[in-house]
């Protein structure tokens, strides 16, 4: 295949972004659901929920061990809409911006340190649009303590309080977290598959899309947790604006709580970053390995 501005959007190759990421998708929302339970506990309600540890024993005595997995199915559903969005962004992405030579030839040496980066950075603004209504959805089935609350129920509360707009309050909150989070998720990633490739040569495919998928997601989540904070008691409140309500939360946050209270949840968060993330990306790698073997073949 060329390298050439037609072969951006050429139908075999969007339909191959779209499979892997759905094969990741589903292999990260399952690993890491628990762990983001948790976190939006501790991040809506810190004096109740103060450590991961407390914080688990909590939900586990009070509202049983399926209350981990609350959300689950609008986070799998966004989840899949997400990650289609953003490989598939980012794989087009790599296609109209190939690392080659001015003659064609791939680029030798270390891959850019700015263009992984930026192009990660788009890839969140597009995103961002795709997750916003699964992200209010599940925000607000967290928090909720009673036992046999369903997602279905919190969007038709949703309506009855704030009507259509109701699944785009935060967007502003949406972008800020999306940008900084994708422009280290995808940056990091493609510079530690390189590191592991080049420093250890004899290390598999598989367990270097493992290991680059795991510290990406936890360089990304290190560096976008100030902005999910506010993000998350921004959406899971029902008077949030759909822009205008972010900057003021995120100042009351830091001037209440310091600016430690921008990394409320930051444990379970980083804990949940690796393997998640680690089975996102093996996930994706595979489901592109699957799709050229059994699926659309060359």
Not at 26 to 48: A, R, S
Not at 60 to 89: D, H, Q, S, Y
Not at 156 to 185: I, N
Request: net charge positive; charged share 20%.
């Amino acid at each position: 295949m060329s390298n050439g501005n037609a072969d951006v959007l050429e139908p075999r190759a969007v339909t191959r972004d779209l499979f892997s990421a759905t094969i990741g998708s589903i292999c990260c929302c399952y690993v890491g659901q628990p762990f983001d339970t948790v976190k939006v506990k501790m991040q809506t309600n810190p004096d109740q929920f103060s450590g991961v540890l407390s914080s688990t024993s909590q939900i586990l005595r009070n509202e049983g061990i399926t209350a981990f997995w609350k959300g689950a199915v609008p986070t799998a559903g966004g989840m899949v809409l997400e990650n289609c969005m953003a490989f598939g962004v980012n794989e087009a992405l790599k296609r109209a911006f190939p690392n080659t030579e001015d003659n064609g030839a791939p680029q030798e040496g270390p891959p850019s340190m700015l263009k992984p980066f930026a192009m990660g950075a788009i890839t969140g603004c597009c995103s961002a649009t795709v997750l916003l209504p699964s992200e209010i959805v599940k925000a607000k089935t967290q928090i909720t303590t009673e036992r046999h609350v369903t997602s279905q129920q919190i969007v038709r509360e949703m309506f009855k309080r704030q009507g259509f707009r109701s699944m785009f309050v935060g967007f502003d909150a949406q972008l800020c977290r999306d940008a900084s989070f994708y422009a280290l998720f995808f940056g990091g990633y493609e510079l530690s598959c390189y590191f592991f490739r080049t420093y250890v040569p004899s290390m598999p495919d598989e367990l270097n899309y493992f290991l680059s998928g795991g510290i990406a997601g936890m360089g990304g989540w290190l560096f976008a947790m100030p902005f999910d904070v506010p993000k998350t008691n921004v959406q899971s409140r029902y008077d949030t604006k759909v822009f205008g309500s972010y900057f003021p939360e995120l100042f009351k946050i830091a001037k209440q709580r310091g600016v430690t209270g921008l990394y409320a949840g930051l444990g379970p968060t980083l804990v949940r970053a690796f393997p998640a993330n680690a089975a996102l990306f093996l996930g994706v790698e595979s489901g592109k390995k699957v799709f050229d073997n059994f699926v659309w073949k060359e």
